[in-house]
T-cell receptor, first 115, second 109 residues
Framework: SQTIHQWPATLVQPVGSPLSLECTVE??????LYWYRQAAGRGLQLLFY??????ISSEVPQNLSASRPQDRQFILSSKKLLLSDSGFYLC??????????????FGEGSRLTVL | GQNIDQPTEMTATEGAIVQINCTYQ??????LFWYQQHAGEAPTFLSY??LDGLEEKGRFSSFLSRSKGYSYLLLKELQMKDSASYLC??????????WGAGTKLIIKP
């Protein structure tokens, strides 16, 4: 069966510090991978998505970046965090079979607080 | 612009029925989705509607009217574990999901 894991689950970082969130998927190959951010009282915001190794599409201009060094690994990074980067970050995946049916499988989430 | 509207919060009683509404305005339509999200956890997929009408899955049903830009999620025989946020999302013409802010459902004994 397929599983998705992301870490760390919780982190508190000072403004200006770097960030690295990691997500891995197991049990499937060539998944579509997504990074979302969820702010209180707002809908999920798509940050990045990837349809293959090294292929990253950015939806929102910001100080975040994403990389996909391996087929089932997706990393969200920042060189210098801003206060506005605080939020709940979710990694998700689907495949070509579910890509057009809206079914996404989410990781456990990472709650980031920037102080 | 694209917009998904749903109530911020609803309260219902254990054992009762509740209907959570969602209205949308998007550039194109390729389906409407409902997800459940317990506090501090990731969303989980509940339902998918692409044609008008009612889809039933056990205690949960989802309805869609494309001409009205309207959907609802109906939860029957409410249980305490149904306390969660319910997210409405629409897939637009580019097959991107547009998400509502979610409806927090509080179940009281």
């Amino acid at each position: 069966s397929q599983t998705i894991h992301q870490w760390p689950a919780t982190l508190v970082q000072p403004v200006g510090s770097p960030l690295s969130l990691e997500c891995t998927v197991e049990g499937t190959s060539n998944p579509n991978l997504y990074w979302y951010r969820q702010a209180a009282g707002r809908g999920l915001q798509l940050l990045f998505y990837s349809v293959g190794i090294g292929q990253i599409s950015s939806e929102v201009p910001q100080n975040l970046s994403a990389s996909r060094p391996q087929d089932r690994q997706f990393i969200l990074s920042s060189k210098k965090l801003l206060l506005s980067d605080s939020g709940f970050y979710l990694c998700a995946w689907n495949t070509g079979e579910t890509e057009y049916t809206g079914e996404l499988f989410f990781g456990e989430g990472s709650r980031l607080t920037v102080l | 612009g694209q917009n998904i509207d749903q109530p911020t919060e609803m309260t219902a009683t254990e054992g009762a029925i509740v209907q959570i509404n969602c209205t949308y305005q998007t550039s194109g339509f390729n389906g409407l989705f409902w997800y459940q999200q317990h506090a501090g956890e990731a969303p989980t997929f509940l339902s998918y509607n692409v044609l008008d009408g009612l889809e039933e899955k056990g205690r949960f049903s989802s309805f869609l009217s494309r001409s009205k830009g309207y959907s609802y999620l109906l939860l029957k025989e409410l249980q305490m574990k149904d306390s969660a946020s319910y997210l409405c999302a629409v897939m637009d013409s580019n097959y991107q999901l547009i998400w509502g802010a979610g409806t927090k459902l509080i179940i009281k004994p």
